[in-house]
């Protein structure tokens, strides 16, 4: 595998890596309450992977967010910087889903969609060249 079909990341103190092969199942931008509160920021930008394509080094502590979806999901991040590694939905947990700040290149996230769009805050702006829906991706 070259290096160009692997992403690589980690938070900011060192101690959390990650790195993914292939190219991302999707990516896009969320601007749920949830993604806003925990990031402090209007929108959050992510990407997922199927977890046989991931592999992770450093202990995570993590959340368990009740969030609308019924069956929760689960955010990872560095119990010593704080920073915001992964997160695994309760609606498929196969995958796993990054935060494209943590990549070591960051510009090689490619975002194709705005999920949660309705949510938008004032002081926010919805891409408007990208796909936006108002919930969740369409299945
Ligand atoms: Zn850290
Ligand atoms: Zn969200």
Redesign the pocket.
């Known amino acids: 595998m070259s290096e160009s079909m692997t992403f690589t990341g980690g938070c900011l103190c060192g101690r959390c890596r990650w790195q993914a092969t292939g190219e991302p199942e999707f990516a896009g931008y969320?601007f749920?309450s949830?993604?806003r509160r925990m990031s402090g920021a209007g929108r959050?930008p992510f990407l997922g992977f199927t977890e046989n394509r991931v592999r992770l080094s450093g202990q995570t502590s993590c959340y368990e967010d009740s969030s609308d979806a019924s069956l929760g999901i689960i955010r990872h991040f560095c119990p010593n910087c704080g920073t915001r590694l992964y997160s695994v939905p309760g609606t498929a947990h196969v995958l796993r889903i990054f935060y494209p700040g943590s990549l070591d290149d960051p510009e090689r996230f490619n975002p194709a969609f705005s999920i949660?769009a309705s949510s938008c805050v004032s002081w926010e702006s919805v891409p408007g060249q990208l796909d936006a829906f108002e919930g969740d991706v369409p299945a």
């Open positions: 969320c749920c949830h993604c959050t949660h």
